[in-house]
């Protein structure tokens, strides 16, 4: 069953965020993943909740996802996001 990462990234270092957004491109593929939205247009409907920037990503499971967020490949591009942004990121399995 399918599996989506939400997102909310604030980025201070677009030079190097750019850098780290091409390379974890070529890991989620490489997990099944795909991206759904980036950073496009929101609005926000109710609450007080103001987003930086949305990322929804699908992958094929939640065990898909836990394992791609856990290898060697992600953890060492996570250190290089770290260092131009900060971000929630949050898991939940589709129906």
Known sequence: MAAYAILD?????IEKYLL?????RAALEAAG?????????FKVFQGDYQPHRLVI????????MEAFYES???????????ACSSASIIGVQGL
């Open 9 to 13: 990234v604030d980025i201070y270092n």
């Open 20 to 24: 780290y957004q091409k390379a974890v």
């Open 72 to 82: 060697d490949a992600y953890q060492s591009l996570e250190e290089q996001r770290r």
């Open 33 to 41: 993943a795909r991206y759904l939205a980036r950073g496009g247009e």
């Open 57 to 64: 990503t699908e992958f094929p499971s939640l065990a898909a």
